[in-house]
């Protein structure tokens, strides 16, 4: 499904603004981008995190960038035939890098049997 950015956008706004208020009040220099495309070679690549995750910032953490997290628009809404479908895969793809901002690899998403 192509949605028009600015849509796009705005379902990102909800899927952040839908996270539970625990999880918001954790959010610290972090971004949340969207790009158009993922990086060559990788099309099917939904988001990407990074930066440094919280289980790994200690009392010398200062001065640094901000973590991303970056969605790519158009692998996601090839993942959806509908608005519904692309508003749960926007989310899904949210609360997936948002996993690993908390410090949770991919592999412990796959064992808790989540994303």
């Known amino acids: ?10 379902l990102v706004v909800e899927a952040l ?7 918001r009040e954790r959010l610290e220099n972090v971004e949340v981008l969207i790009e ?14 990074e930066g440094v995750p919280l289980t790994s910032r200690g009392i010398s953490y200062a001065g640094v960038l901000p973590d991303r997290i970056t969605l790519f628009r158009r ?9 519904e479908e692309l508003r749960d895969r926007i989310r899904h793809t949210v609360v997936h ?10 592999e412990r998403l796959r064992q808790l049997g989540r994303y």
């Open 1 to 10: 499904m192509e949605e028009p950015r600015q849509r796009f956008e705005a």
């Open 17 to 23: 603004d839908g996270l539970p208020i625990w999880i």
């Open 36 to 49: 158009e495309d993922g990086p060559h070679g990788q099309p099917a690549l939904l988001g990407l995190y």
């Open 75 to 83: 692998s996601i809404a090839a993942t959806a035939r509908t608005e």
């Open 97 to 106: 890098e948002l996993a690993h901002y908390f410090g949770i690899s991919d």
